[in-house]
């Protein structure tokens, strides 16, 4: 089964090599039998492909004990295999409300380098997108890093991103995404994928934070503005027009004021920052009793919002991220409530509400995420080669 | 390229095929353009496949014009390709609250036999499984048809049924879904899948009804319960506890009754036919006033909760069956201003709000389409002599 086979057996031991090296793009490190499962292929011919894949350095080998997630929660050290570190990076960039991370992994998911910097508010997008590219020279420098093998590009920026396959012709990309997506492309010369900053912190969640392993996955940001994402079979689901997961625009007052998504009494209008800060300005410090009592109104919309959405796609897990979800059980208690109170009983027995574990750097960990899935596995030579 | 191949030819060959036959299993007839749109193969590699697979009779080819739904809308007559009517048969079963259907089709996607009975609202579950066995025997004699080549039946029931993958543990298969699934097992001999007969009206519409062609379709039927299902990529999604979809229990109320499902305010509780015959007799009669008030309000709040749902999935359609969505734009008119009233724009320009278009059999098709999605696409012959 070396390289020197025939053709048609190539051809078929590439498809399954195909498979391996795809799975391990998307999934990280993994041992022999979570790789196994993932591909669905034999132990025998798994054991083969990954031979040769290790032998001729594609994968590289080492003690399970390093890369935490392949690993969770057993004692004895495994082994795992992972694609190897120098068979690619990927750029993550967000170009969040008020601030601009950037943030490099290799294809092994391994984060090699991070940075940011604050903006004001209202920092046109130009401006935004030189302040990211002055962070890429900065780290490039400060590691020693190149380039070369970037394999792509995965962008957050602020407010909503239409889907390229919206199937109305009705909401086309705006212009921030289009000058995000041309000068990063123009730039780099590799393939640029933009999404909303939340919709991508959702992915990073559901890859390396408290979804991680789970096969489907809603997520939900209390920050300045209420956003959300969902994550399914290890992918962002962008719905229709692209804006599956908009938790913060479902309706919590049918009497509510007008929202500017076009909907009204969104729960975004009652339970952002913005909002709370604006009835007290020591919010999230929890010795204030009014910033408690208004936590427990806040927890409580907030589960009543997540029972209609669970109990439209039963996730596996809701994640809740962003400052407002620091404020821990003044929230999580009478969010927990609610959503028991109006979920269906077979709902609430299978979904599991859980604070995020990821950093600032989630959205640009979810552009990593997103080159990793959408950029082809294979190596280019083959592409090439192989045509 | 023929069946004389050597050894790993054949089984790259094979793989292709089963990709091939996969896709026209689930999908039905398609055009050659449509066939290698859905599986992804090179024009050249599809048509010898093709044509091998026509030669030995796994496939047959007719006139577009007789497959509605390959060729919608078009007005030259195409060709379309589909696997052979012969190749084996799915039994669909829809053991309903008032009435129990059973519907034979073949591989080809063709309706081949069906017949319903009526049946008292509390007839035991034994009872009305022998009711379905008796006309299985009916249809099989009348129709001159052998059940030797039945792949599998799907049997659509009232009520939940859990996921099998229950993470939770907590949720176990209810007596009634052991009965049916051992019963017709031991009777046929065949793989058996039950599931709620609401999510199976769901995935008929997708496959053969008012969704289909598209990715996402989100259902609600509305009789004298209120249930939902939710369709991903021509599959039903489960979620974590096989409850996507509830939708009849999603809160419209926080100050509601208690529901048997364990929330409180349900959707259910204010526009099942139950509920609103009980104010009207004359509901479904569009000529009464005060049924066209009810139908107003239920309307209301049904276009509310379908906001959230779609706030929360963004799917291509929304399709509406039940009793209740005959009374056509006395309850749509007020359900389509609510809808838009609480969606994101760009969750109401991409998603279409349409009724359903299949009859009382569509829990039983979508028996069938389980069969189809879920039982191998690869002969029997294959299977067991290429292991």
């Known amino acids: 089964m070396g390289r020197e086979s025939s053709g048609p057996l190539r051809l078929l031991r590439e498809t399954h090599e195909e498979r391996v090296l795809s799975v ?20 025998a011919t798994l054991s083969s492909i990954v031979q040769t894949l290790l032998s001729n ?37 967000d170009l969040g409300q008020r601030r601009i991370q950037v943030t490099i992994a290799n294809v092994a998911h391994e984060f090699v380098a991070s940075g940011a910097v604050a903006c004001a508010e209202r920092t046109p997008w130009a401006r935004r997108l030189q302040l990211a590219l002055d962070l890429v020279d900065d780290l490039t420098t400060r590691h020693d890093m190149s380039l070369n093998s970037l394999a792509g590009i995965g962008v957050g920026v602020v407010g909503p991103v239409p ?3 919206d199937p109305s012709g009705l909401v086309r990309s705006s212009d921030r995404v289009a000058l995000v997506r041309d000068t990063l492309r123009e730039r780099f010369g590799v393939p640029v994928f933009v999404d909303n900053n939340t919709r991508l912190a959702a992915l990073a969640e559901a890859v390396w934070g408290a979804g991680s392993g789970v096969d489907s996955a809603l997520y939900l940001r209390l920050s300045y503005g209420v956003g959300g994402g969902l994550v399914l079979g290890g992918r962002l689901f962008a719905g229709a027009g692209g804006a599956a997961g908009e938790l913060g625009h479902i309706s919590v007052d049918h009497d509510g004021p007008p929202c500017s998504c ?10 952002s920052l913005t909002t709370l800060q604006a009835q007290c300005d020591n919010i999230l410090d929890a010795r204030d009793q009014k910033a408690r009592d208004l936590l427990a109104d806040a927890g409580a919309r907030i589960g009543e919002v997540l029972a209609a959405a669970c109990n439209t796609v039963n996730p596996e897990v809701v994640v809740i991220g962003g400052e407002l979800a620091e404020t821990g059980d003044h929230l999580f208690k009478p969010l927990g409530a609610a959503f028991r109170r109006f979920t269906h009983s077979q709902v609430h027995r299978t979904v599991r509400v859980t604070r995020a574990v990821l950093g600032p750097d989630a959205a640009a960990r979810g552009g990593i995420a997103l080159v990793l899935t959408a950029t082809p596995a294979e190596p280019e030579w083959r592409r090439t080669s192989c045509s």
Not at 35 to 43: G, I, K, P, V, Y
Not at 66 to 90: D, F, I, M, Q, Y
Not at 262 to 271: A, D, I, P, T, W
């Open 24 to 43: 391990l793009r998307t999934r990280g490190p993994l041992t022999r039998a979570q790789l196994a499962e993932h591909t669905n292929l034999s132990r």
């Open 57 to 93: 350095q594609t994968l590289t080998e080492r003690r399970g004990e390093e890369t935490g997630s392949a690993v969770r929660g057993r004692g004895r050290p495994v082994s795992v295999v992972t694609l190897n570190p120098a068979g690619g990076l990927a750029l993550g960039m």
């Open 163 to 165: 889907a390229d396959a």
């Open 262 to 271: 076009g909907g009204r009494g969104c729960l975004e209008r009652y339970v």
